[in-house]
């Protein structure tokens, strides 16, 4: 690896743990330091290597893991590692391999969906007083509900993954030369 990648690696590691670790001790600002640390995590994609981006993706999300005191209550952590932090890798693995733009919106729709329901669930499971005192119809349509936000957030995340990714590589070239 040129130093120069592994210089971006370990910045975009670096910057992945602050954000989480913001998350994981701050829970209002949860879900707003993943989509933040989601966007460091495509730094090395400047220099085309999906490698040092998987790679900024575990050490960022494993320093960050541990320090914040093997925290598994956090909603931080499980979103991160489920979709936030491997999604824009593999979106811009499908880009660079001209994956059919269907199968692309496709795969990432459903993977968003399934993570929104699964992090519903987990949340549940530690929680289960959130939906205490709700009328028993609800909570039978409360994954609908969460399978609908999940699809629109997708949407809107999609989107902001493509304009973040071109804001940084404009930035980086003027950086780095």
Excluded: Q
Aim: hydrophobic letters at 55%; proline letters at 3%.
């Amino acid at each position: 690896m040129k130093s120069k990648l592994i210089s971006i690696s370990a910045i975009s590691a670096g910057f992945v743990a602050i954000f989480l670790l913001i998350g994981a001790y701050v829970e209002v600002a949860d879900i707003f330091t993943i989509i933040i640390a989601s966007i460091f995590v495509t730094l090395p994609l400047y220099y085309k290597s999906f490698k040092a981006c998987f790679l900024a993706f575990l050490a960022g999300g494993v320093i960050a893991f541990i320090c914040s005191g093997l925290n598994i209550y956090s909603l931080v952590f499980p979103s991160y590692f489920g979709f936030f932090g491997i999604y824009p890798i593999v979106k811009f693995i499908c880009v660079e391999k001209n994956l059919n733009k269907i199968a692309r919106f496709l795969i990432g729709i459903i993977w968003c969906v399934v993570a929104f329901i699964g992090i519903y669930y987990y949340y549940i499971t530690i929680e289960p007083s959130v939906l205490n005192g709700f009328p028993e119809w609800i909570h039978d349509y409360m994954i609908i509900a969460v399978a609908i936000i999940g699809a629109v957030f997708y949407l809107i995340y999609d989107k902001y993954l493509i304009v973040c990714r071109r804001v940084s590589d404009y930035y980086l070239k003027k950086i780095i030369k």
